[in-house]
């Protein structure tokens, strides 16, 4: 059964202890996604701040993990493997 972590995203942004606690957060356990919930304060522009939000995520966490948006929420999955876009 897949487990559900969450964490927020306040105004500091996305830093690097944010960077490690998400990682050590999906650490080894496998069937685990979590979900980031941007607040308010630092999303002036709406959902185009969420999407640049999870593209830097993406680009920080490496090629095993994948993203997606919702709301103002996104939800990151670990995998073992890396993955690529497809076509």
């Known amino acids: ?3 559900q972590k969450e ?9 690097s202890e944010f960077i490690k606690d998400i990682e050590k ?7 685990v ?5 941007v607040l ?8 185009k701040d969420v999407k640049r939000y999870a593209d830097e995520l993406l680009e920080k966490l490496g090629e095993k993990y994948t993203v997606r ?3 103002f929420s996104i939800f990151l999955r670990k995998w073992r493997k890396a ?3 497809k076509e």
């Open 1 to 3: 059964m897949l487990q």
């Open 7 to 15: 964490t927020q995203l306040g105004k500091n942004g996305i830093t």
């Open 25 to 31: 957060r999906l650490g080894k356990d496998r069937n």
């Open 33 to 37: 996604s979590m979900k980031v919930s």
């Open 40 to 47: 308010k304060s630092v999303r002036p522009e709406g959902k």
């Open 69 to 71: 948006t919702l709301g």
């Open 83 to 85: 993955r690529t876009a």
